[in-house]
């Protein structure tokens, strides 16, 4: 089946040059220059996949996620940003957003995510009985985990993630007390090792601390320096 792509790209000469690649990579593409175009078009047409320049005039691509989020609009949407501060990345996130790529990008490294981002949204054949306790309840310390209902409790609370942050915390739930290195948790969460020069893992632990170990709470995230990250309680 024919992936369907929203672009939102204010610069030309990018907007048709990715619009070009993502049709000739064989997906099915309607791009426009600006938010609101951007949110008429997701109305109309529902894509699979929502691809948002952060910088646009009028309506930007933050405020075009933060929208949608209300909404209870739960499409995929990757982020392109000139933007490399954490702060500016974690505002995308924050807004909701799945993933980002800065510019200038390599279209390899966009079709990369987007297949990995369209794969987290593909439909989950039934388990096999043997294979339910895969998709029982997690539980680390005060931390359960539902990975069937993709839902999270924290002491009780429960806490509100977005699809990629929900997917890394489940890896660690699923190997508690296990270092996972930085290349296992790309190829898991991505589909695809960035490199040792990508700050991307390590802005979503950032983000995902902040709403897991809050303060007052003891951390169940760590970092192994030069190594990775574990979930495990002290």
């Keep these: 089946m024919t992936n369907t ?72 949407i990757l982020m392109l940003t000139a933007r490399v501060e954490t702060a500016d990345r974690i505002e995308g996130l924050d807004a909701g957003a799945d993933d980002y790529v800065a510019k200038p990008f390599e279209v390899e490294e966009v079709f990369a995510r987007l297949r990995a981002l369209l794969r987290r949204v593909a439909p989950i054949p039934e388990p096999a009985a043997e294979d339910a306790a895969y998709d029982a309840t997690l539980a680390v310390a005060d931390l359960r985990l539902d990975p069937s209902a993709r839902r999270v409790w924290r002491s009780g609370t429960e806490l509100e993630l977005t699809r990629t942050e929900f997917d890394l915390l489940e890896l660690l739930a699923r190997n508690a007390g296990i270092v996972l290195d930085h290349a296992t948790i790309y190829s898991r969460i991505w589909g695809y090792d960035f490199g040792p020069g990508s700050k991307n893992l390590a802005v979503y632990i950032g983000y995902l601390r902040r709403k897991v170990d809050q303060t007052g709470r003891a951390p169940l995230i760590h970092t192994v320096r030069g190594v990775g990250y574990t979930l495990r309680e002290e």
């Design 5 to 76: 792509v929203l672009l939102a790209e204010d610069d030309r000469a990018i907007r048709h040059a990715l619009e070009r690649a993502l049709i000739l990579e064989g997906y099915r593409v309607t791009a426009v220059s600006d938010g609101v175009e951007a949110l008429a078009a997701i109305h109309r047409e529902h894509p699979d996949v929502i691809v948002l320049d952060v910088m646009m005039p009028g309506v930007d691509g933050v405020q075009v996620c933060r929208v949608l989020r209300a909404e209870g609009d739960r499409t995929p």
